[in-house]
C-alpha cells in the first residue's frame, strides 16, 4: 500500500470504482466489515472514508440498507437546438473523453432506416456504435446510420480519435436537425453499455441531420438519466 493516510487510500479505492463504472450510481459498496477484512484495517478507519465521501454527496447511507452510489450533483450537459462535438463539451466541463468503437460497418437499410434516412429500401448504408465516455464513466451510447452517397469515407475514419459529429460538420456542413427525446426504461444492451443500474433511468435523444436539402444521417443516443441533461434555450 502507497504511503498516504489509510483512509484516504480506502476513499481513492472507493471513487476509482465508482468513476470506472464498476459501481454505478444506485449500486450498494462493499459494506464497512468487508473493506475493513480487505484492507486490514480497523472500522473506524474505513468509517471516516466512508463518511468523508457521504458529505462529498458521492455516497448516501441508507438506515438497514447499506451505504449505496449518489448520482452527481453536476451532470453533463448538452444543447437541445444545436449539435456539439461531445468530445469538445467533456474537455470544456475540464474532464478526459475517450470513447470505444463497438461497430463500423455497411448495412442494407431495413424499413425503419430506409424511412428514417429517406433511401430505398435495402439502400446500402454505413452504420456506427460508439460509446462516449466523461473520465471513464460512460455518458453516451451512439447508435448512427449515414447516407453513404453523402459521406463515402465514413468507415474508413478511427473513431476513437475524431468522432462523427466532427467528421460529418467537416464534410457536409449542417443545415437542419430534427430532435425528439424520451424517458425509456433501458434494454440489457442499452444498460451494459451505458453500466446502468438496474431501476437507473435513461434518456433518448432521436436525431436527424440535414446539409442543405440533403438528410445525412440519422442517430439514437442514449444517456444515463442520472448523469445527463439536455438542455434549451431560446430568444424572443
Known sequence: MSQSPLYLQIKHYIEQQIS???????????????????????????NKAIRDLVAEGKLQRRPRLGTFVCAPD?????????????????????KAY??????????????????????????????????????????????????????PDYLSQDFTTLTPNQ???????????????????????????LKLAANEPCLLLNRR??????LVSTALLYHPGTRYKLSSKVTF
Open 20 to 46: 470506472s463504472g464498476h459501481w454505478p450510481v444506485g449500486h450498494q459498496i462493499t459494506t464497512e466489515l468487508e473493506l475493513t477484512k480487505q484492507f486490514n484495517v480497523s472500522r473506524m478507519t474505513v
Open 74 to 94: 453536476e451532470k453533463a450537459e448538452s444543447p437541445l437546438l444545436d449539435i456539439r462535438n461531445i468530445a469538445e463539451e467533456v474537455a470544456q466541463r475540464g
Open 98 to 151: 475517450s470513447s470505444k468503437v463497438i461497430k463500423q460497418v455497411e448495412l442494407l437499410a431495413d424499413g425503419v432506416i430506409a424511412t428514417k434516412l429517406g433511401v430505398m429500401l435495402d439502400t446500402k448504408v454505413f452504420y456506427s456504435e460508439i460509446i462516449h465516455f466523461e473520465d471513464n464513466s460512460p455518458i453516451q451510447y451512439e447508435l448512427r446510420w449515414v447516407n453513404e452517397a453523402y459521406a
Open 167 to 193: 467528421y460529418l460538420s467537416q464534410h457536409c456542413p449542417l443545415s437542419a436537425i430534427e430532435h425528439t427525446v424520451e424517458a425509456i426504461v433501458a434494454d440489457d444492451k442499452v444498460r451494459s453499455a
Open 209 to 214: 441531420t440535414w446539409s442543405q436539402d440533403k
